[in-house]
T-cell receptor, first 112, second 113 residues
Framework: AQSVTQPDIHITVSEGASLELRCNYSYGATPYLFWYVQSPGQGLQLLLKYFSGDTLVQGIKGFEAEFKRSQSSFNLRKPSVHWSDAAEYFCAAHTGGFKTIFGAGTRLFVKA | NAGVTQTPKFQVLKTGQSMTLQCAQDMNHNSMYWYRQDPGMGLRLIYYSASEGTTDKGEVPNGYNVSRLNKREFSLRLESAAPSQTSVYFC????????????FGPGTRLTVL
């Protein structure tokens, strides 16, 4: 079955430290892949997306993600986390038609 | 340009009551969606409308109905609310579903007692 897995329910990093959020997908072909961020009480906002081509994708707010076909992964990274990055992050895969599968989310806590 | 708007922001219902969640977008998007968000489960698609005049079931349609009133508006109706429908509901829109970004509204937090 098609699925998106985010193994970490929550992650805590120190401000200024680097960040990597994991995402794995299960799908027969390469899906369109997305990372969204949700601040408390808000809707989801797109950080970046991958359709094809260069496997390292740059997004907003200094985030990047790398698509690795061999590992079925699309991990999100940021070199230096800011306190304002504290939020919930969702990986998603568009697998065809009008349906997007979302992971369960990873909540990021940033400590001073 | 407000993007995607939803009303109401909060609602409390008693079991068996009905209500309609409203959604509107001003980006001239063709496709619109309703999702529910539950803790530990991400977002699940309830219904979607690929274009004006069409609607289709998503992953969890039971207990819901939708209406694509025009290109801008897509409403979600709970005919007889149940406690299992306590959730946060998000409306989203996109230009072309298979390549375009979905833009989300701020959500409606619904509690069914």
């Amino acid at each position: 079955a098609q699925s998106v897995t985010q193994p970490d329910i929550h992650i805590t990093v120190s401000e200024g430290a680097s960040l990597e959020l994991r995402c794995n997908y299960s799908y027969g072909a390469t899906p369109y892949l997305f990372w969204y961020v949700q601040s408390p009480g808000q809707g989801l906002q797109l950080l970046l997306k991958y359709f094809s081509g260069d496997t390292l994708v740059q997004g907003i707010k200094g985030f990047e993600a790398e698509f690795k076909r061999s590992q079925s992964s699309f991990n999100l990274r940021k070199p230096s986390v800011h306190w304002s990055d504290a939020a919930e992050y969702f990986c998603a895969a568009h697998t065809g038609g009008f349906k997007t599968i979302f992971g369960a989310g990873t909540r990021l806590f940033v400590k001073a | 340009n407000a993007g995607v708007t939803q009303t109401p922001k909060f609602q409390v219902l008693k079991t068996g009551q009905s209500m309609t969640l409203q959604c509107a977008q001003d980006m001239n998007h063709n496709s619109m969606y309703w999702y529910r968000q539950d803790p530990g489960m991400g977002l699940r698609l309830i219904y979607y409308s690929a274009s004006e005049g069409t609607t289709d079931k998503g992953e969890v349609p039971n207990g819901y109905n939708v209406s694509r009133l025009n290109k801008r508006e897509f409403s979600l109706r709970l005919e007889s609310a149940a406690p299992s429908q306590t959730s946060v509901y998000f409306c989203a829109s996109s230009g072309q579903a298979n390549t375009d970004t979905q833009y989300f509204g701020p959500g409606t937090r619904l509690t069914v007692l």
